[in-house]
């Protein structure tokens, strides 16, 4: 075998979608002959009620040793009451910060035929297609942290933003490789007004742009771009930022088009990346046989092509994925009248027939 | 006289969003005998200028012994080569800390006449009527903060983010407070999934709740509520979070009614408050006479509410603002065919006849 892929359904809505996915990926392989081999692992609450963690070293271990991880989904009301070290999404912090995922990629795309579903007027979701680039491993995710100390009197917890010269190079170095590859233009987020860790942000990536003169960059406060976004989102291409201002522009960006159920994204590390839907685990309709798969499926195609360089069996996924829509094939999430209704398992199979 | 406010116009169209918002109290005191006086003092770009700081004391003392301040808005290109510390921005976060600024309110309601220039679908921007509530000196706006230092082997910055106890409990009691005169519903923003600092929020937030049992508390993650506010903003009555978070949610949600230039904002102090328009300096149009003005008479409309308690000519600043409106006036930023184009200072006279 080639190519070994560790599989990570999770929690929740997990199975069936990573289930869609490999399915997809085995018809792929057939085709491209890729040579894939599957590892199954656990992750999140299943994990917990497995073994009492979320994360068990046996599944860092054989994400370290594979040559890409799909990842299905964690979490769910069930582990609300666990205390905090060990719930579900520990599991992803974990597995970010083991394997070493420093950026975190995320494609918003709106396909023609999903305008309609935009919560925005059909003239401004046309066209958009967009990238955000998040740092994964740094900020005030990572930084130190205090959850209780007296201080002048009274009670206060704390957390530390920090970025050095290093991680910011990393992560815009990326942003400005991903730029040349599409429409050449990178947009630089922070809060450089305010925050000291911004100024380095922004002092930092303009001498990493003087290394791509063919790419343009421009910086924007993260209020105005959360503005820009909210009203026109297809003047952006490649989106840089840090963390936490990551974790909210990316989602914010995601409903842009109006249907996250059909979003990937990469988290690429050094070694090994992870693929996974930007959606939840779903707790309320796991094991209906009715999660769209799609996000799952593109995930598995942005696998094929970041870790595996196999750009033409990534293509053929994605070109699948877009003629099923086309061709009117909806799951629950985004069915309406006079389009064909399909389960998690028979979208599979639609993609399947269209590679 | 019976009140005093100090009117800072600041740089760009702030003098005349000023003079428009003037003219309009000067027909209301009439109307409602409030025995207004005016006292005019610079900030921003144009104090730099004049007096080489962007926050002259004079200007400091002036709003401490008024009732009320009237800002109109700073900045501008003209100052970017000045030296951080003294650039216009600084005049306002000068202000906040200076006159202990504490809580900023930023209302958005999407009036029926204008539904149509929302970047939202019609049927989800309709009904939009809610206030962001809004931590204005503290976190990591004001925390310690390190420009560059040698950290394990390279250079980093930093800034701390931080909250006391006696900090959030003031934040949500003004929310709570807020929620009792509308629809009795706070929702709590924060990333209590990953910062210790937005845990002892959440912790104190329940604690507060406990004390307004007619008020229905929940928590939103941040990354979550910057989606909640791109689909379904109507959702939302009164929205409290941390300085941060608030500065970029509110931009968000003020363009959800896709006119900023009619948005006000209060930003309330222990003793004396400010109140301003949302939108910008706008230097490219100053003296043009072409600015909207309604942001700013709103602006003055909270000022007459929150420091001088005075509702019904408040009320009356407001409907006359509505009527404008469904009247068909419009300044260049709203203009569309089929209605009555106007000036800056000719739109003040339009409202001021329907005082
Ligand atoms: C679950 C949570 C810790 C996580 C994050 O904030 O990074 C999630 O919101 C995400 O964006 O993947
Ligand atoms: C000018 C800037 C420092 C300010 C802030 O971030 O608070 C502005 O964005 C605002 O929201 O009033």
Redesign the pocket.
Same mark, same amino acid.
């Given at each position: 075998m080639a190519y070994k892929i560790t599989v990570i359904p999770g929690d929740g809505i997990g199975k069936e979608i990573t289930d869609a996915a490999v399915k997809v990926l085995k018809k792929t392989d057939e085709k491209f002959q890729l040579g894939l081999s599957y590892t199954y692992k656990d992750a999140g609450g299943t994990a917990y009620d497995k073994f009492g963690t979320p994360l068990p070293d046996d599944t860092v271990v054989a994400c370290k040793a594979s040559d890409g991880v799909l990842f299905g989904a964690v979490g769910g009301d069930k582990w609300d009451g666990v205390e905090p070290s060990l719930r579900p999404?520990k599991a992803?912090?974990g597995l970010r910060k083991q394997l070493g995922l420093y950026a975190n990629l995320r494609p918003v795309k709106v396909a023609d035929a999903l305008v309609e579903y935009s919560p925005l007027k059909p003239e401004l979701a046309k066209g958009v297609d967009l990238v955000i680039v998040r740092e994964l491993i740094g900020g005030i995710?990572f930084g130190d942290k205090c959850e209780s100390e007296q201080y002048k009197g009274s009670e206060r917890a704390w957390d530390l933003e920090n970025y050095s010269v290093p991680e910011v190079e990393r992560i815009t170095k990326l942003a400005f490789e991903t730029a040349k590859l599409r429409r050449g233009k990178v947009t630089s987020v922070d809060k450089a007004n305010v925050l000291a860790t911004s100024r380095l942000w922004r002092r930092t990536t303009a001498e990493v742009a003087k290394g791509y003169p063919e790419v343009a960059l421009n910086n924007l406060y993260v209020d105005n771009c959360a503005m820009q976004l909210a009203i026109r989102p297809a003047q952006f291409d490649v989106i840089v930022t840090g963390n936490l201002f990551g #974790?909210i522009l990316? #989602?914010e960006a995601a409903v842009v088009g109006g249907s996250i159920g059909i979003l990937p994204s990469a988290s690429i590390g050094t070694d090994t990346s992870l693929y996974e839907p930007i959606h939840g685990s779903a707790p309320d309709i796991a094991g209906k046989g009715i999660a769209n798969p799609m996000g799952t499926v593109l995930s598995a195609a942005m696998l094929l092509r970041y870790s595996l360089h196999e750009e033409a069996a990534a293509k053929a996924i994605e070109a699948a994925v877009d003629q099923a829509l086309a061709d009117g094939y909806r799951t629950a999430d985004l069915y309406k009248d006079g389009f064909q209704r399909v389960s998690t398992d028979e979208m599979a199979d639609v993609i399947c027939e269209r590679i």
């Open positions: 999404e992803i912090l995710y #974790d990316s #989602d």
